[in-house]
T-cell receptor
Framework: DVKVTQSSRYLVKRTGEKVFLECVQD?????MFWYRQDPGLGLRLIYF???????EKGDIPEGYSVSREKKERFSLILESASTNQTSMYLC?????????????FGPGTRLTVL | AQKVTQAQTEISVVEKEDVTLDCVYE???????LFWYKQPPSGELVFLIR??????QNEISGRYSWNFQKSTSSFNFTITASQVVDSAVYFC????????????FGGGTRLMVKP
């Protein structure tokens, strides 16, 4: 059974804290993605990775960084959390190739920054 | 750049009604893929369907059906005889060929099915 897991379902942090969101997939997928979801805006891509140690900026990378040291794990880092980063964060993975473009999603992490 | 628009932000129906969720997309590419995902209250997006740009055949899966029309750049989703369990947020998305899984999502439509 396909599985993408995220380290926390709910997280509360204070402004200025460094925050790590972890994502693990067990499907041996090359591609992994981080999105944030806000009401009315749908899902917006923050960063993605095509391979270990590779990363690419998405549509809204400001204030975020990522790390992919192993194929199965993709971490999203908020270097100094701010209240406007309060959101739902969704991780996804997908196989490589031009038509293997279905993404599988984790359950999401609802982050609140106070 | 590509864009996906879901003009209906929220729809409310009574159980057993049919409901259609609209999706309009923009792209200059000729090869692309369209998706629908369901997000139930639990939060996890569930894949429903993928269509490629060369296959305009409508698809039916149980109570779900999809109408893809390139002439109007639309990929609409109809639920027949809706049920309370269909209540969720539904997202339409677009991916370009050779874009490595990159998806552009619409803003989502929240469907509420009342008993």
């Amino acid at each position: 059974d396909v599985k993408v897991t995220q380290s926390s379902r709910y997280l509360v942090k204070r402004t200025g804290e460094k925050v790590f969101l972890e994502c693990v997939q067990d499907m041996d997928h090359e591609n992994m993605f981080w999105y944030r979801q806000d009401p009315g805006l749908g899902l917006r891509l923050i960063y993605f990775s095509y391979d270990v140690k590779m990363k690419e900026k998405g549509d809204i990378p400001e204030g975020y960084s990522v790390s992919r040291e192993k194929k199965e794990r993709f971490s999203l880092i908020l270097e100094s959390a701010s209240t406007n980063q309060t959101s739902m964060y969704l991780c996804a993975s997908g196989g490589g190739g031009p038509s293997n473009n279905e993404q599988f999603f984790g359950p999401g992490t609802r982050l609140t920054v106070l | 750049a590509q864009k996906v628009t879901q003009a209906q932000t929220e729809i409310s129906v009574v159980e057993k009604e049919d409901v259609t969720l609209d999706c309009v997309y923009e792209t200059r590419d000729t090869t692309y893929y369209l998706f629908w995902y369901k997000q139930p209250p639990s939060g996890e997006l569930v894949f429903l369907i993928r269509r490629n740009s060369f296959d305009e055949q409508n698809e039916i899966s149980g109570r779900y059906s999809w109408n893809f029309q390139k002439s109007t750049s639309s990929f609409n989703f109809t639920i027949t005889a809706s049920q309370v369990v269909d209540s969720a947020v539904y997202f339409c998305a677009l991916s370009l060929h050779n874009a490595g899984n990159m998806l552009t999502f619409g803003g989502g439509t929240r469907l509420m099915v009342k008993p």
